[in-house]
C-alpha cells in the first residue's frame, strides 16, 4: 500500500535538502533567532504577537471572553506575526524560545511575565483573572483532561492529516489513511462526550471548549485542509450542535477575527489595540494599510 518508492533511512540523518511542502522554506532543524528584530509594545498590559490560525484563535478569543465578562484588565495589543520567517525575529524568539505562535507578555507588574504555548497562556489568563476555570475539583479536572486532550490529539490532526492531506508535496496513501483514521476516531472521542454534556467539562464553558474549538470546529464545519467531505464530518452531530453555539458567541466571532490574514475582508483584523478596531480597522474598511 504504497505510491512512493521504498526509503531506506541512513544511519545518521542530515539536513541537506528542504522537506518540501508548503513551509520548506521556513522549516530547519535547529532554534534560536535568524534575525534582529524587536517586538511593538502597545499601550496595554497584555501584548500578545501572534496569527489567526487555530492555537492562534484559542487566546484571542479568551481576551475577548474575559473582556465581554467585565474583565478590564484583560485589555490587549495583538500584534500580527506571519509565520514567513517573522517567528525568528530576536524580539519574537526572547519570547517563545520555541518560535511558535501565540505568545504573550504580561507587562501588568513591574517584571514582565512571558508566556508561550496556548494552552499555557489560557491557563495563565484564566488563574489570573479567575474565569472560565471552575473551582470545584471534579469540574477543574475535566477541564483540564480536555485541555490537555486537545494539547495531545491536535498534532495528529495538523501535523499527521492535515500535513499529508494537504501540504506535502506527494500524497502518500498510507500516512493520510493512518492520520484520518485517527482524526475520525477523536472526531468520535469528541462526539460521544457531547451526546450528554454541553460542553467539554460539562454544563459550563470553560477553556476547554476554548482549547479544542478552534481546531475541532473548525474541522467540523470543513475549514481545515478541504477535509471535510473526506471525514465526512457532518456525521458528528453532537459536535455540531456544540460547534455551532460557540461560534454563535459574540466574543467568539470577534477573537476569530483578531490577526486574521485570509477570507472576507471584513473579517481580518490584522492588528487590535482598541474593542473599536473591530468596527473600524478591518481589511474592508482600511485596505492594504494593514499589510504592511
Given at each position: ?17 528542504e ?134 490529539a ?49 454544563d459550563?464553558y470553560?477553556i ?26 457532518q ?7 456544540w ?46 494599510l494593514?499589510?504592511?
Amino acid at each position: 500500500m504504497t505510491d512512493t518508492p521504498a526509503y531506506e533511512p541512513p544511519k545518521v540523518w542530515t539536513w541537506n535538502k528542504e522537506s518540501g511542502g508548503r513551509f520548506a522554506s521556513i522549516n530547519r532543524p535547529i532554534a534560536g533567532p535568524t534575525h534582529d528584530k524587536e517586538l511593538p509594545v502597545g499601550r496595554h498590559p497584555l501584548q500578545l504577537y501572534s496569527l489567526a490560525t487555530p492555537n492562534g484563535v484559542k487566546v484571542t478569543v479568551m481576551l475577548e471572553e474575559l473582556l465581554a465578562a467585565g474583565h478590564k484588565g484583560a485589555e490587549y495589543d495583538a500584534w500580527l506575526i506571519k509565520i514567513d520567517g517573522n517567528q525568528f525575529g530576536s524580539g519574537f524568539v526572547a519570547v517563545n524560545p520555541n518560535s511558535k505562535i501565540p505568545a504573550l507578555m504580561d507587562r501588568s507588574s513591574p517584571e514582565p511575565i512571558r508566556v508561550f504555548e496556548s494552552g499555557s497562556i489560557l491557563v495563565y489568563l484564566a488563574e489570573k483573572f479567575g474565569a472560565f476555570l471552575p473551582t470545584d475539583a471534579k469540574t477543574r479536572a475535566e477541564t483540564f483532561s480536555w485541555l490537555f486532550w486537545q494539547m495531545g490529539a491536535a498534532p495528529y490532526l495538523g501535523g499527521g492529516f492535515g500535513h499529508f492531506y494537504a501540504y506535502a508535496p506527494t500524497k502518500i496513501e498510507y500516512a493520510i489513511d493512518r492520520f484520518a483514521m485517527e482524526v475520525k476516531r477523536q472526531l468520535d472521542v469528541l462526539d460521544r462526550r457531547l451526546a450528554d454534556n454541553e460542553y467539554l467539562a460539562g454544563d459550563v464553558y470553560t477553556i476547554a471548549d476554548m482549547a479544542v474549538w478552534p481546531w475541532y470546529g473548525g474541522l467540523a464545519k470543513g475549514l481545515l485542509y478541504g477535509g471535510g467531505e473526506f471525514l465526512s464530518v457532518q456525521d458528528y452531530k453532537n459536535v455540531q450542535r456544540w460547534t455551532d453555539a460557540i461560534a454563535a458567541r459574540p466574543a467568539v466571532k470577534r477573537g476569530r477575527m483578531v490577526n486574521r490574514t485570509w477570507g472576507e475582508p471584513s473579517s481580518q483584523l490584522h492588528e487590535r489595540h482598541d474593542a473599536s478596531d473591530f468596527e473600524t480597522r478591518t481589511q474592508d474598511k482600511i485596505g492594504e494599510l494593514a499589510a504592511s
